[in-house]
Nanobody, 124 residues
Framework: QVQLVESGGGLVQAGDSLKLSCAASERTFSGAAMGWFRQAPGKEREFVAA????????SYANSVKGRFTISRVNAKNTLYLQMNSLKPEDTAVYYCAAARGSGLRTTEQGFSSWGQGTQVTVFS
């Protein structure tokens, strides 16, 4: 089972940028599609972005499209989420997730392993 550890969260002002990282503990990361989800206080967890294991195909939630970029470095077993032009509504705990397969998926049910999350807080 892949173990995932997120980092890079913090407290930033609206308009600033943050880059989240997710380090996987096993070599199977390179065969797995990956994704980022987030959960704001009092809300359900929602999809943010996803990427195939090859990194050639990505998908984004409409709310972050054009501002966030998902990427991965398979040689480092690491997933990234570059977040630009942050807004207060981006405030949430951000989770990375790994799928059992290599194809793109965008729902929670498509992912089998989850990290503990990293807090992102954006103030205006």
């Amino acid at each position: 089972q892949v173990q995932l550890v997120e980092s890079g969260g913090g407290l930033v002002q609206a308009g600033d940028s943050l880059k989240l990282s997710c380090a996987a503990s096993e070599r199977t990361f390179s065969g797995a599609a990956m994704g980022w989800f987030r959960q704001a206080p009092g809300k359900e967890r929602e999809f943010v972005a996803a990427i195939t294991w090859s990194g050639t195909t990505t998908s984004y939630a409409n709310s972050v499209k054009g501002r966030f970029t998902i990427s991965r470095v398979n040689a480092k077993n690491t997933l990234y989420l570059q977040m630009n032009s942050l807004k207060p509504e981006d405030t949430a705990v951000y989770y990375c997730a790994a799928a059992r397969g290599s194809g793109l998926r965008t729902t929670e049910q498509g992912f089998s392993s989850w990290g503990q999350g990293t807090q992102v807080t954006v103030f205006s």
